[in-house]
């Protein structure tokens, strides 16, 4: 039987373009059978927005992605069935907000010293109430006629060794699915072709890593294949979702299909 899923959702309470609200709306109407909203480092969802999770019962699966960095490479890992109140996850969900206003300021400064002159006041108002994260600076970079689209303001201003980058954690990898997995939660890496974070797959492992998202709009079949194999050599639990941040012409609304076989490890694992 095939399930239509998303277990990787941004609302603006960190960078996605929806409100919580809104989001929600959405997940009705792509009528999915799973989904978790994953905002970066913060439950915000569950702690102030759980009225609007109600009526979707067992569906909704709690969830937060992790921010970290090793070495100069940055890596997502997600928590599941994770205490929707963070307790436990204290050492890696501190109070962020404070921390990432520093980050963009210095981000802004380096665009500045740089040539590239946009205001922070534009920044802090694309990202409203949420936290500030690096999509609200490359959209600034966008209208400023800074850059072509979000991903050239990534490859030329802020990404990884660019000029103005700026790392937005100094937890690691293993900090977070340590902390994750003793909260009772499922760790799993995130988008994990992404700044090629699958060369380090092993190394997660040894720390106890739990999943994989094996599943995403942004793998190509031979991708989601690899991965797939991968999981099952390891007894890695497979997930799957599509980083939504809000709709796009190739992805209206959330969700991606798979078969229910290859989520169950998952689901068998979330204590609930
Ligand atoms: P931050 O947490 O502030 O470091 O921002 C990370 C977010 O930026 C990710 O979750 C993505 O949504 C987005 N992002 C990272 N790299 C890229 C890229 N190369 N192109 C477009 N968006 C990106
Ligand atoms: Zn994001
Ligand atoms: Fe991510
Ligand atoms: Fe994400």
Redesign the pocket.
Known sequence: MMLKVDLHL?TTES?GVLAPAALMSAVASAGLDYFSITD?DTLAMYERHGALLEKFGRKVIAGV?V?TNTGDR?V?ILGYGVPADGGGLDGILVDRRQA?RIRAEQIVDLLQRNGVSIAMSDVEQRAGAGM????HI?RTLVDGGFARD??DA??RYI?TGCVAYVP?SQITPAQAIRAINESGGVSVLAHPT?NAAEELLDDFISHGLAGIEVYSTSHTIHDAERLRSRARKHGLVMTAGT?F?GPTEMNPLPGVELEDQDLSAFLARLQR
Do not use: C
Request: proline content about 5%; cysteine-free; hydrophobic content about 20%.
């Open positions: 941004h960078d970066h992605e921010s940055e997502h990432r500030i994260g690096r999509p490359a979000v991903s990534f490859d990404g937005s992404r980083d941040h």
